[in-house]
Structures are given as structure tokens and as C-alpha cells.
């Protein structure tokens, strides 16, 4: 069965640091997708990113990168100098069994503080 | 402008009654999914569906029920059987392409029943 971990709950930093968010998935699937979205106070879920199973090319998007490595099951994602507009929940989550349907993570609450 | 709308955003219900959650969206999607979120959890899928008239359960379908009469909308109806509906429940919708299947999510509706 497929399964997102997110180990971190909550990370708490300063404005201008960089911060790492961790993700782990489990899959028996040959061919996935691996996504990173931003929930912030509104309740509306933002997608940041989708990374295909065949593709391992870090990916960086101003001061977002997200470092993909297949050895480890992990996609993880930097934001680098933190800015007060981060702070949100952000989650992982990794494609069912070939599917369009999704299975999250628990999300990690990122709160950066000026 | 292209999206998808809950409404309402906030919703009050007596134990016993069921209620039902609206989802529209105007982006062409073929493809609907429900969820929902409880505090410090991530999203569970409740009911998806990849066309007018077809859905299937998702995760924790008990006490849940949904329709596709029309390809926009996707309502769902949180029954009295449904044992802990206070929760965020959110809407998503999606194209059917593999390549390009990332989920567009709308604002969310905040159920408490009291």
C-alpha cells in the first residue's frame, strides 16, 4: 500500500533562514507521481509541484527547490530565505496504484516568524 | 475566472440531519474527488469520480454519498450515519492525463455539528 510520511509536524523558524521540509513515501509501483502542496491559513490547498517517478532532476522554482531521490523514497523540499508569507501547512503526497487519486501526508505546519 | 467554488464556507448541523456540501467547477475537469481534513491530519479521500454518472468510494466512504448528475458539480451529502462529521471537507478536480494530473482544490467547507 502506498503511504506519505511527514516526520516533522512543526517547524518553527526566523525570517531569512533556510528551512527543509522532509518527505518519505512507500510504494510498490514502478510509475508514480509525487506532489508538494501549500495549505496556508485560508484552507485552500496551493499545488507547488509534481515530480514523475522517471525523473530525478532537483527542481528549483525561485527560493523553492525540492531534491528527489528514489535510493531513499524521499522528495524533499527547501525554501530558502524564509519569509513571514511561507508560514503554512505543507503536504507530500504520492499517486495511488497508477490512479489520479492521491494519498497525503499528515503535512508539516511551518511557521516563520519575523 | 476558472475554479472551483464550495460554498458554504462555514456550516452548522444538528446531530442526526444530514447535510449536503456543494462543489462547482468551471475548469472543464472530467475528474472530481472529495476529501476531508481533521486537525493535524492530512487528506483522506472520501468519493471520486472520473465521469457523469460514476463514482467510487475512496478511503472512508461510510456514511458519506455523492452524485455526477452534471459534469461541474459534485455534491456531497454527509449522512446521520456518518459517526464524526465535524471536519474540513474539500473539493478537488483534476484532468484524466497522466502527465499532467495534479489536483486543483477549491476553499474548503468547515462542517460542525453540534
Known amino acids: 500500500a502506498q503511504k506519505v510520511t511527514q516526520a516533522q509536524t512543526e517547524i518553527s523558524v526566523v525570517e531569512k533562514e533556510d528551512v527543509t521540509l522532509d518527505c518519505v513515501y512507500e510504494t510498490r509501483d514502478t510509475t508514480y507521481y509525487l506532489f508538494w502542496y501549500k495549505q496556508p491559513p485560508s484552507g485552500e490547498l496551493v499545488f507547488l509541484i509534481r515530480?514523475?517517478?522517471?525523473?530525478?532532476q532537483n527542481e528549483i522554482s525561485g527560493r523553492y527547490s525540492w531534491n528527489f531521490q528514489k535510493s531513499t523514497s524521499s522528495f524533499n523540499f527547501t525554501i530558502t530565505a524564509s519569509q513571514v508569507v511561507d508560514s503554512a501547512v505543507y503536504f507530500c503526497?504520492?499517486?495511488?496504484?497508477?490512479?489520479?487519486?492521491?494519498?497525503f501526508g499528515k503535512g508539516t505546519k511551518l511557521t516563520v516568524n519575523p | 475566472d476558472g475554479g472551483i467554488t464550495q460554498s458554504p464556507k462555514y456550516l452548522f448541523r444538528k446531530e442526526g440531519q444530514n447535510v449536503t456540501l456543494s462543489c462547482e467547477q468551471n475548469?472543464?475537469?472530467?475528474?472530481m474527488y472529495w476529501y476531508r481534513q481533521d486537525p493535524g491530519q492530512g487528506l483522506r479521500l472520501i468519493y471520486y469520480s472520473q465521469i457523469v454518472n460514476d463514482f467510487q468510494k475512496g478511503d472512508i466512504a461510510e456514511g458519506y454519498s455523492v452524485s455526477r448528475e452534471k459534469k461541474e458539480s459534485f455534491p456531497l451529502t454527509v449522512t446521520s450515519a456518518q459517526k464524526n462529521p465535524t471536519a474540513f471537507y474539500l473539493c478537488a478536480s483534476s484532468i484524466l492525463d497522466w502527465d499532467d494530473n495534479e489536483q486543483f482544490f477549491g476553499p474548503g467547507t468547515r462542517l460542525t455539528v453540534l
Open positions: 475548469l472543464n475537469h472530467d475528474a
Open positions: 503526497a504520492l499517486t495511488q496504484g497508477g490512479s489520479e487519486k492521491l494519498v
Open positions: 515530480r514523475n517517478s522517471f525523473d530525478e
